[in-house]
């Protein structure tokens, strides 16, 4: 069964029309030639755009020269209320000194040391998953934010705040639209940007709660009894230019996007891998066998390799972030055609990842590609160069162990009448959800092995 993708758009549509379809869902409100096109150049009366698939051009942006494409604000606007300036909408000198302080969390043996907290996270997601027909992304949903709160707080989703987060930030996806209108039409700062009352509310909740928790770290920390979690080594990370940690709120900015990066995202792959391993069952019984050996160790890692290729072509054809936004900083030329200063470059995990020029059969889902060779430039979910995500690591650990966890305590089965249909709206996500049919591998009874040993 080939994998479902959303419906291109006509080649032809009026400029309101495809305003309009773009506000609704960015992958539908593209056209089928762009899964095949090097380039392509949109204009508005309010800005131009690229879209760029050609692997040189993405090099030049992400890799050679990222200080000429800053990330665009048209597309964070409509994060700013619960995002601040966080490290995920700065550019230049702040955005610099903000990865100085955050990086050192994510380096060398940091991911071995988050393994108990993501076991752990993956023991209660196979505990709290339902039998029957599941919405599945809602599941995935709850083991990711359970992951993010025990590597960043060390606590688990059942903690009071921590489960108040969560309940907020769904409010808050429901709420948030991917654009408004600061995407189409440059603003001053003045101008007020016509967030919804909802999701201005779910961002103060949401930060509101992630400031106590900052606080009270801060105080442990001060106290000699914080434990060795992200959290403490960020906030006791000096920037070593300036000498200077972040301060509160600049934490409170940050910790919203390591749950946003961290808890969306993931949800949103281990939600298609899921119903990737339902629709090819055979693939599924692979990862089963080989989830048999999982033990309480780092290094069981290196045996799950198959189940981490499964997650590796999960991200692929459902990439989390579809689009990355950059601006140009100077005029520039593309494949011979100017570009004017301020225009929108878009380098398209979406479209890359399914491109028919660089892929062998680009929507098929076929984890063993990844045993060969695979296109150099045409995959990204992490995006590349100085702005990579600096927890590809960690989510690379996550995904494949709480996949592994998962196949081996259920059987997950497709229902043929609820197919999932792909749309963006924080992530790529299911405009309905992903339901399946779960049931238990072992006869009702889930084993949780050397569940103590931890």
Not at 54 to 75: M, N, Q, W, Y
Not at 155 to 162: G, L
Not at 341 to 369: C, K, M, N, T, Y
Not at 403 to 429: D, M, S
């Amino acid at each position: 069964m080939t994998p479902p993708k959303p419906d291109s758009r006509a080649e032809r549509v009026s400029l309101w029309g495809h305003l309009r379809a773009f506000r609704r869902d960015i992958l539908s409100a593209q056209p089928a030639r762009l899964y095949r096109a090097w380039m392509a150049e949109f204009r508005t009366p309010f800005f131009r755009s690229y879209l760029c698939n050609d692997p040189a051009l993405v090099r030049r942006v992400l890799d050679e020269r990222p200080g000429d494409f800053p990330k665009s604000d048209r597309v964070t606007e409509g994060l700013r209320p619960l995002l601040g300036r966080s490290v995920f909408v700065t550019n230049g000198e702040e955005w610099l000194r903000q990865r100085r302080i955050i990086d050192p969390a994510f380096e060398g043996g940091r991911v071995k040391d988050s393994f108990p907290a993501i076991w752990a996270a993956s023991e209660a997601a196979v505990a709290r998953m339902e039998t029957g027909e599941v919405e599945v992304e809602l599941a995935a949903s709850h083991a990711a934010a359970d992951v993010i709160f025990r590597t960043l707080f060390s606590i688990p989703i059942e903690d009071r705040v921590a489960q108040a987060v969560f309940h907020e930030f769904r409010a808050y996806q429901r709420s948030a639209p991917i654009l408004n209108l600061g995407a189409f039409l440059r603003l001053p700062a003045w101008v007020p940007r016509l967030h919804r009352g909802a999701t201005r509310r779910s961002a103060r909740a949401i930060r509101g709660l992630i400031e106590g928790l900052t606080a009270e770290r801060a105080v442990a920390i001060a106290e000699g009894r914080a434990p060795a979690d992200l959290a403490t080594k960020i906030m006791t990370t000096p920037d070593p230019v300036t000498g200077m940690p972040f301060g509160t709120a600049e934490m409170v900015d940050q910790v919203a996007i390591f749950f946003l990066a961290g808890h969306e995202t993931s949800a949103s792959a281990l939600g298609w891998a899921l119903y990737l391993l339902a629709t090819h069952p055979e693939v599924q019984e692979r990862v089963a066998a080989e989830a048999a050996a999982l033990r309480p160790e780092f290094g069981v890692v290196g045996s799950l390799r198959f189940t981490r290729d499964v997650f590796r072509e999960a991200l692929r054809l459902y990439p989390p972030v579809p689009m990355l936004v950059r601006e140009t900083a100077r005029p520039e030329e593309f494949r011979g055609r100017k570009v004017r200063l301020g225009a929108q470059v878009v380098i398209s995990p979406w479209h890359l990842h399914r491109h028919e020029r660089l892929w062998e059969r680009p929507d098929a889902f076929d984890p063993d590609r990844w045993a060969g060779e695979v296109p150099q430039g045409g995959y990204l979910p992490f995006s590349r160069g100085p702005r990579v995500c600096p927890g590809a690591g960690f989510a690379m650990l996550e995904g494949t162990l709480m996949l592994a966890h998962l196949v081996r305590a259920f059987r997950f089965e497709a229902l043929p009448e609820r197919v999932p249909v792909p749309v963006a709206h924080l992530t790529v996500r299911a405009k309905d959800g992903i339901w399946l049919r779960v049931t238990n591998r072992q006869g009702g009874q889930i084993a949780h092995p050397a569940r103590d040993s931890l």
